[in-house]
């Protein structure tokens, strides 16, 4: 078992998919918590199709590199969905529904119109080969930030999520500490999408935030078991899907959908013995 | 009896809509003011423009130099998503010290002591570990409101506390507020829908009826033309 883990890190990719990887479940679980709590769960999975069709269309246009053209589509989607889940007119769940399906739509008859398979095939459900050199150095910023903002500004990403209201009215500034997030959270998402695959990128926002709740019942206890899962599940998912050659992303959200299931046995029961 | 807030000629309009006009009242330290009035007639819009988070079309809100802006504490109501979430009493109520650290990024001893405080104050100490959301609605209601007196300890601003809580713990609730006002010296500004109760523990009322809005003591509202169509004999509403 050690000797085939062992072998099975002795390639390049796998080193940098195991680096990134972790790094990109550390991100997406930090500010998952804070995403979920705010009832924004929806916004990743919208971001990743965004993500999809503007790299789609990107790599139909024969861009050289399309992920510098998705990461400012998906910022800018990233702000647009954070206004309208704040505005009534649209309700924000119909609002990123409507606006994921069309950019995946628009990405698929891209994609298919210039003949782009197997690039797309990899884009919708990940690939672990498919981090490179600058993604492993992207993500490692990426976290460096994300970690020293958790740190830092602990306290008012608690009071922001907790409640916005009296956030905003004590005078906390909760708008720039939402675009924040959703900045980070657009980020996150565009690099890991390359791995994880757009359809299943959100997962690792969602999963590990909602497993840390059945358990956890502080909000620090949750976020750092938030991450710690995150990491683990990734971990467990890599080595599960090189040993039986199936698709990493997938047995990475299978794990976790696993762990969710142990975790809501073990909350129930702690709650019944209270 | 210094002035706390004073307000001349405001007017609020919500999706262009007019719905105050030429208001003003003053807040005094020490009052107990129940702002009242059907849905539609700008309590929360007026409520948004005391806290600063809309600014008024005309007129002014005027704030005294000892209660500045942050040492207002709020009780806003509850939303869906606080409910169930995963958070200690302890966290809750330490968070309505935010506003004193400025750009320090963790709170020091003073702060915890202060929330250490507040929460006995309320008698919730029994609960300090126990998880936000496995509390009653009254007991949520509590945890809030010893947040909001960690955030100003001069006036605090309650958003319809009792909505939604059963009667007796509505009457635990005023009461408590009522021990606030008249023990610790705490200015209460409170929206309410429940006139009667209002008229009961406010030492003044601002009843809002578009044009003809009541502002003064208690005992003028009860007898003022607003005043007697809940307290006096059935007048038509209409005529009112």
Do not use: W
């Amino acid at each position: 078992m050690i000797n085939d883990i062992i072998e099975m890190f002795s390639n390049d990719f796998m080193i940098r998919a195991l680096i990134g990887g972790v790094l990109v479940s550390l991100c997406a679980s930090l500010l998952g918590v804070s995403l979920v709590l705010k009832r924004y769960s929806m916004i990743g999975d919208g971001l990743s199709h965004v993500g999809f069709g503007s790299l789609a269309i990107a790599s139909a246009l024969g861009s050289a590199a399309p992920l510098q053209i998705a990461i400012p589509v998906v910022i800018i989607a990233a702000f647009f969905l954070l206004r309208l889940s704040g505005n009534s007119k649209v309700k924000g769940d119909a609002a990123i529904a409507l606006i994921s399906t069309s950019a995946l739509a628009i990405g698929i008859i891209a994609a298919s119109v210039s003949g782009l398979n197997t690039d797309i095939n990899s884009y919708l459900f990940g690939s672990i080969i498919a981090m490179d050199k600058t993604d492993v150095i992207f993500c490692s910023v990426l976290s460096v930030f994300i970690l020293i903002i958790f740190v830092f500004f602990y306290n008012k990403i608690f009071a922001v999520t907790f409640d916005e209201n009296f956030a905003k009215a004590t005078g906390t500034k909760a708008g720039v500490y939402n675009m924040i997030i959703a900045l980070l959270t657009a980020l996150t998402i565009v690099v890991g999408m390359k791995m994880m695959g757009s359809m299943l990128i959100s997962s690792l926002i969602i999963f590990p935030a909602v497993i840390s709740m059945r358990i956890c019942s502080r909000f620090k206890t949750v976020i750092i078991t938030s991450a710690a899962v995150s990491v683990v599940c990734f971990l467990i998912g890599l080595i599960a899907s090189y040993s039986y050659s199936a698709p990493t992303g997938a047995s990475i959200v299978v794990v976790n959908m696993i762990v969710l299931l142990i975790a809501s046995l073990i909350g129930r029961f702690v709650k019944k013995r209270k | 009896m210094g002035e706390l807030i004073k307000c001349t000629d405001l007017a609020f309009s919500y999706e262009d809509v007019d719905v105050i006009k030429d208001l003003s009242f003053t807040v005094n330290d020490g009052d107990y003011l129940c702002i009242v009035g059907e849905n539609g007639s700008g309590k929360s819009t007026l409520t948004k423009g005391l806290l600063g988070l809309k600014s008024p079309d005309k007129g002014k809100i005027i704030f005294s130099d000892e209660l500045k802006k942050k040492e207002i504490g709020y009780l806003p109501q509850q939303t869906p998503a606080q409910k169930d979430f995963p958070a200690s009493v302890f966290e809750v109520v330490l968070s309505g010290r935010l506003n004193s650290r400025g750009l320090r990024p963790f709170y020091s001893k003073k702060d915890k002591m202060i929330a250490h405080d507040n929460i006995r104050k309320l008698g919730i100490e029994e609960l300090m570990k126990r998880s936000y959301r496995d509390l009653s609605g009254g007991q949520q209601q509590r945890v809030l409101l010893a947040r909001a007196l960690c955030a100003g300890k001069k006036l605090i601003f309650l958003d319809e506390p009792v909505t939604g809580l059963d009667p007796i713990v509505t009457e635990e609730m005023y009461r408590l507020i009522d021990d606030l006002n008249k023990k610790d010296k705490i200015t209460v500004v409170m929206v309410s829908h429940d006139i009667q109760s209002a008229a009961k523990y406010a030492t003044h009322i601002l009843h809002l009826n578009f044009e003809k809005s009541f502002f003064g003591t208690t005992e003028d509202y009860i007898k003022s033309p607003l005043g007697q169509y809940f307290f006096g004999d059935n007048k038509v509403y209409s005529e009112v």
